[in-house]
C-alpha cells in the first residue's frame, strides 16, 4: 500500500492537496513507484532546486521534477536539471555518470507544448 497521500476530493476525481503533499507522497514511495532509492529532497544546484533525486540498483542518478498544476516549462526545466548535475556531478561515489541521468516529469496533465519540447529533445523520454 502507497502512504502519505495528502489528497483532497474535486469535482471530478481526486488531487494533491499542495504541490508539497505530491513531493511527500513520491518521496515516501519513490521504491515502490519507481524502484528507486532516496537520494536528495529540493536539491539545490547552479541556480536550480531538484524536486527528487533519486538513486536505481545501478548507481544511476534519476531526477523527478514535480507538478500540482499543468506547466509548459517543465521540458526545459529537467533540461537544465541535467546540464547542471552533468557539470558539477555530486554524490560521484554514489552515481556512475557513465550512465544517463535519467528525468521523470510527474504532473496531473501535460501542456501540449511539452509534447513538442520532448519530441526534439533527445534527454527526455
Known amino acids: 500500500m502507497l502512504s502519505g497521500a495528502g489528497l483532497r476530493k ?3 476525481g481526486w488531487e494533491f492537496a499542495s504541490e508539497a503533499a505530491l513531493e511527500d507522497f513520491v518521496w515516501a514511495n ?3 513507484l519507481f524502484g528507486l532509492t532516496c537520494l536528495k529532497r529540493q536539491y539545490y544546484i547552479n541556480g536550480q532546486v531538484c524536486d ?3 538513486l536505481s540498483e545501478n548507481k544511476q542518478l534519476v531526477v523527478v521534477e514535480l507538478k500540482n498544476t ?3 516549462y517543465i521540458v526545459q526545466q529537467l533540461t537544465r536539471y541535467y546540464d547542471a548535475l552533468r557539470e558539477e556531478k555530486p554524490f560521484s561515489e554514489e552515481i556512475d555518470y557513465e550512465q544517463p541521468i ?3 516529469a510527474i504532473a496531473p496533465s501535460f ?3 511539452n509534447f513538442t519540447d520532448r519530441k526534439y529533445n533527445h534527454l527526455v523520454v
Request: no cysteine; glycine share 16%; charged share 30%.
Open 102 to 104: 535519467g528525468l521523470v
Open 52 to 54: 527528487i533525486l533519486g
Open 70 to 72: 499543468e506547466d509548459r
Open 30 to 32: 519513490l521504491q515502490q
Open 111 to 113: 501542456h501540449r507544448d
Open 10 to 12: 474535486t469535482g471530478t
